[in-house]
Nanobody, 122 residues
Framework: QVQLVESGGGLVQAGGSLRLSCAAS????????MGWFRQAPGKEREFVAT????????YYADSVKGRFTISRDNAKNTVYLQMNSLKPEDTAVYSC???????????????WGQGTQVTVSS
């Protein structure tokens, strides 16, 4: 089992920045690829970003490419999502997930956090 706890969400004005953190415990963190997903009210959960076990490979949704950066610190068992130039349409609950390999598909991930709310005001 892997337990994931997100933090760092909040209210920010459009154009601002936030950094989300996802702390992992349980099985060896570095064994897992990690992903960030988000779900806005009334919408399905969607892929945001993913990173491989070492941090050497990343992949982003087109909607966040160039604005968001995913990274990880295996010594701290933590994955991050740096979000810059935030837009109102980025408003959602952001969740991290752990899986066997990088993927954009929800069902590919085995473990999920509870999520943290990000609200971007215009």
């Amino acid at each position: 089992q892997v337990q994931l706890v997100e933090s760092g969400g909040g209210l920010v004005q459009a154009g601002g920045s936030l950094r989300l953190s996802c702390a992992a415990s349980g099985r060896t963190f570095s064994n897992y690829a990690m992903g960030w997903f988000r779900q806005a009210p009334g919408k399905e959960r969607e892929f945001v970003a993913t990173i491989n076990w070492s941090g050497g490979s990343t992949y982003y949704a087109d909607s966040v490419k160039g604005r968001f950066t995913i990274s990880r610190d295996n010594a701290k068992n933590t994955v991050y999502l740096q979000m810059n130039s935030l837009k109102p349409e980025d408003t959602a609950v952001y969740s991290c997930a752990a899986g066997k390999s990088m993927a954009t598909i929800i069902s590919w991930y085995d473990y999920w956090g509870q999520g943290t709310q990000v609200t971007v005001s215009s």
